[in-house]
């Protein structure tokens, strides 16, 4: 994270925010992005020319399918341009490093064709100390889970990598590459802190397995 945020008052008050279901950002993570809409093509301009944060945020789950403007949850994080790309077909490619999470006061009225909102970092105040509450972490539970998980969708993990993880880094990845829908995506990021959050993540993972299982023996029945 750039060393200019180092809390609240870091951080501008009125941000550009891009509202993308599923998209997961957390303190330190790493969010790569394929920027090919105009509105968000201009969202990227405008950040370049400023502080270069954007807030990730997710519509809320509720919305209308057929919304035009679909209403935002509360809560989203906040991230700086780290990377930038233009390829030869007028898209852009950008990595997102999260900065602090962030709760939505007011959203301003259009002036561009992106959306921006008035934000507070105060309630998150915690997020600009890394690492913070690492010691707490159920660290043996967070492997376990994804020991299940892997076993039961079968894929590779780099588990060297995983053992020489932090644990936020461990817990906050796992997080953003969860596959999990809106509702427990954001569960994960509203999680007060590192320790809920991971507790947070055992018990989707658990419920996914389940799910999972149940599924199998009817299939077979």
């Known amino acids: 994270m750039n060393a200019a945020y180092r809390g609240p008052e870091d951080c501008p008050s009125v941000i ?4 993308l279901p599923g998209a997961l950002l957390l303190p330190r993570g790493q969010m790569p992005l394929n920027i090919f809409e105009p509105r968000y093509l201009a969202m990227v301009d ?7 944060i954007i807030g990730m945020v997710q519509p809320d789950a509720d919305n209308d399918p057929g919304t035009t403007v679909p209403k935002l949850y509360r809560v989203g994080c906040a991230g ?10 007028g898209r852009y490619l950008i990595t997102l490093i999260g900065i602090a999470r962030f ?8 002036i561009d064709l992106f959306r921006r909102c008035r934000v507070s970092f105060e ?4 997020d600009f100390t890394a690492r913070a509450g690492e010691t707490e972490v159920n660290r043996a539970g967070v492997v376990k889970a994804l020991r299940n998980f892997v076993d ?3 894929v590779k993990v780099d588990w060297r990598g995983i053992e020489e993880a932090p644990n936020e880094a461990l817990v906050n990845a796992l997080c953003m590459m969860s596959p999990f829908g809106i509702r427990e995506k954001q569960a994960l990021l509203e999680a007060p802190d590192l320790k809920s959050r991971a507790e947070v993540l055992i018990a989707l ?3 996914e397995l389940a799910r999972s299982s ?8």
């Not at 550009?16 to 509202?19: A, S, Y």
């Not at 405008?46 to 270069?52: F, V």
């Not at 309630?123 to 915690?126: H, V």
């Not at 149940?214 to 029945?221: E, F, H, I, L």
Request: no cysteine; charged share 30%.
């Open 16 to 19: 550009p925010v891009f509202p």
């Open 46 to 52: 405008d950040a370049l020319k400023t502080d270069r």
């Open 80 to 89: 700086r341009i780290t990377q930038f790309a233009e390829t030869g077909d």
């Open 103 to 110: 709760r939505i006061e007011e959203e301003l009225p259009p």
């Open 123 to 126: 309630p998150f105040a915690s």
């Open 152 to 154: 039961a969708v079968h």
């Open 205 to 207: 993972t658990e419920i």
């Open 214 to 221: 149940a599924g199998s023996d009817s299939t077979m029945q």
